[in-house]
């Protein structure tokens, strides 16, 4: 991870003022409505604090802005929506878990933070980022030197950057000093690292019979609704929905393109090759006329081609074009570039430099990691685990292992493909530089170089224009719950179902349907949608169940309940007829049960065998004596009575305080998180985003 995540200042500012557009478009009325009244959107509170809508995509934006900056590749939507929740879960920290800091007095001295940049005690990012290449070492003058550079760049960003790293780090201190403080108070007894150790070590076998609830017919049970209701009533708790829930049933019309379409793509295309080639800068003429990224073969051999090619193209000449064919529902024509012998892969290892915003300081840093390399005083490996950035292979020393052509970004593949074995090219790409060693090179033989014309068959206006009436037409005829079931039978149409909480992003074979999403929780049970688009489908929806937050109704549970009285009667049974008998061996020929047994039980133990997960069995048996019998004990797939056969005491421990860390351990591993929610919790939170995005 960079040290100051480099920003481009014209980027960044555009993402924020489409992001502050694309917001405002979102919000459509509720911002005119708000506006009135001289008030900006919110979209959610944090106890008392409103989050403006505005402000809050401004966040967004930025942290876009970050994210392809050091990625290089624009944000998905996936994307997109993490950075979104990690925006939320920032604005939480900074009013409810600063807030506590505060209340606590902790913060970070000037002296401190003076330490974690530039003294004896850096942070790991800093000591990363001013390592010296040469001992490996951190050198606080280095910090001294870059923060005199920084000072001369007029336009005052790399200031701002490194004063908001300076933040950050801080920040993290003070909340790491937080939950250190409630580690601190965390301490087992020796009471308790007894416990634990017994607990895993004291081992019981065991006989026991079982009468499972499965083997009495459900229907022989019989149960009131006076029951049914008292039971719902006394386990209200068990019946609570945590979060608003819709349920909704949809069909979907795959937009596909009709005969016309596919005839008018073959036309047009056809038309094309000709000019095609004739043309003499084919960059320019796909750049034109061909669909998504214009498609340069790298050099490949016949093994490497489509089926169609390979045998076809090594016996025509450059310039000749090869077309039209058709893959996966696209038109081609590929035109023979050139010829070269070449071999099939390349070994090689790397040592990957971020430029981190400052492109000298990155070359001078690889020319002194090859001046080592070839001075020999330090290995190419040694350095990869060092400096690389390439996290994936600096731990195998920099190796890529073999590869082909084409699979490396361009400069790359290049200085590999046209380099000799014991070359160490350095090439910049947008990962960074790279300073690398060609370690190997394959066979020779004959390769191809093509250009590839391409056009997808896609539907026409005509096209979508049909698949939206028929979506429509489905919708106004077939208007209710009912009407809905029947006419994607009669349609032919395959009706999918989905439960939805109002945060949710992903439904089943659809596209980024966070519209659809929102309409399940505007609208009303029965209600019927118009058409929706998501990428190539129309979609028609019905509102089959909305569950609100809160006590689940009676109704809603019924056949739940249900099985849990049925349970209880059986186990009220089940429990009389395992009360017959005075031991376990009389008891299992009397009830006709097998003898089963379970050995190596111990309290911590999951499950036992024969039995399953039984935790209340499993607790109850560990209190009884060797040579006891137990009375039936309820569990949850039967009744059980357990006979101790043995009981192996867990051996004695003179020095308990490794179990005394290991509780320790554990419990500080779950602080931060259960505190944090904890404080979450108990703090007054309204999240509205999911009706704006």
């Not at 920084?150 to 701002?160: E, H, I, T, V």
């Not at 992003?505 to 309409?519: G, K, M, N, Y």
């Amino acid at each position: 991870m960079a040290v100051i995540g480099k920003i481009r200042e014209k980027s960044t500012l555009i993402l924020i003022i489409i992001g502050g557009a694309l917001l405002a478009f979102v919000l459509g009325d509720l911002l005119g409505n708000k506006g009135s009244m001289g008030g900006p959107v919110n979209i959610g509170e944090i106890n008392g604090q409103e989050i403006q809508g505005l402000d809050f995509e401004t966040r967004v934006s930025k942290n876009i802005a970050d994210y392809e900056e050091r990625n290089s590749v624009p944000a998905t939507e996936e994307v997109t929506s993490s950075i979104r929740d990690m925006v939320w879960n920032q604005l939480l920290i900074d009013y409810i878990v600063k807030k506590e800091i505060e209340k606590l007095g902790i913060e970070v001295s000037p002296e401190e933070l003076f330490d974690m940049v530039r003294g004896n005690d850096p942070h790991p990012q800093v000591r990363q980022a001013f390592s010296n290449p040469q001992t490996g070492q951190f050198n606080p003058d280095d910090v001294i030197r870059y923060l005199k550079t920084m000072d001369q760049d007029p336009s005052g960003k790399a200031k701002n950057q490194w004063i908001q790293f300076e933040k950050s780090i801080k920040e993290e201190r003070l909340q790491a000093k937080y939950y250190n403080l409630i580690k601190k108070g965390l301490y087992p007894t020796l009471t308790e690292a007894k416990r634990y150790y017994s607990d895993a070590s004291k081992m019981f076998n065991v006989r026991f019979v079982a009468k499972r609830y499965a083997t009495l017919i459900d229907s022989t049970i019989e149960v009131s609704d006076k029951e049914l209701k008292a039971y719902y009533t006394e386990n209200i708790k068990k019946y609570q929905q945590e979060e608003p829930i819709r349920e909704i049933k949809y069909v979907t019309y795959q937009i596909l393109p009709s005969e016309n379409d596919k005839q008018e793509t073959e036309k047009w295309f056809k038309e094309k090759i000709e000019e095609f080639t004739a043309s003499t800068d084919d960059s320019l003429f796909l750049a034109a006329n061909s669909d998504g990224t214009p498609t340069f073969t790298y050099f490949a051999k016949a093994s490497g081609l489509p089926d169609r090619l390979d045998t076809v193209v090594f016996n025509m000449e450059k310039g000749q074009v090869f077309g039209p064919y058709v893959e996966f529902n696209t038109y081609k024509a590929s035109k023979i570039i050139d010829f070269k012998l070449s071999p099939d892969s390349v070994k090689a290892r790397h040592i990957l430099i971020n430029i981190e915003g400052d492109t000298a300081r990155a070359v001078a840093l690889v020319d002194s990691l090859k001046s080592l390399v070839v001075s020999k005083k330090r290995k190419f490996e040694d350095l990869a685990k060092e400096f690389s950035k390439d996290f994936g292979s600096a731990q195998e020393g920099g190796s890529l292992g073999w590869f082909k052509e084409g699979v490396m970004v361009p400069p790359f593949n290049d200085a590999c493909f046209k380099g000799k074995k014991g070359d160490l090219p350095i090439v910049t790409s947008q990962f960074g530089i790279h300073f690398i060693e060609i370690l190997d090179k394959g066979i020779e033989s004959k390769k191809v170089q093509l250009a590839t014309l391409e056009r997808k068959i896609e539907p026409s206006g005509a096209t979508f224009d049909k698949y939206f009436n028929d979506a429509t037409a489905f919708s106004i005829k077939y208007n209710s719950a009912e009407t809905f079931v029947k006419g994607a039978e009669e349609n032919g149409l395959n009706l999918r179902s989905q439960e939805l909480k109002q945060a949710d992003r992903f439904v089943a074979d659809l596209e980024s349907p966070r519209e659809l999403i929102r309409w399940a929780f505007s609208g009303k049970v029965n209600e019927i949608s118009d058409p929706f688009r998501f990428g190539e489908k129309f979609v028609v929806a019905c509102i089959t169940d909305a569950k609100e937050k809160g006590d689940i109704p009676f109704e809603k549970v019924k056949d739940n309940v249900t099985v849990e009285v049925r349970k209880n009667k059986k186990a009220e049974q089940f429990i009389k007829e395992l009360s017959s008998a005075s031991n376990i061996d009389e008891l299992s020929q009397k009830l006709n049960l097998p003898l089963e047994r379970g050995d190596n039980i111990s309290f911590s133990s999951f499950s036992v065998p024969g039995m399953g997960r039984e935790p209340y069995v499993v607790g109850k048996l560990t209190t009884l004596k060797k040579g006891q019998m137990s009375i039936p004990i309820k569990g949850d797939q039967g009744v059980y009575v357990v006979y101790i056969e043995n009981i192996i005491e867990a051996p004695e421990v003179s020095d308990y305080s490794g179990y005394k860390t290991s509780i320790k351990q554990s419990w500080a591993s779950r602080v931060n998180n259960e505190v944090f929610e904890a404080l979450k919790e108990n703090a007054n939170i309204i999240d509205d985003r999911a009706k704006f995005y």
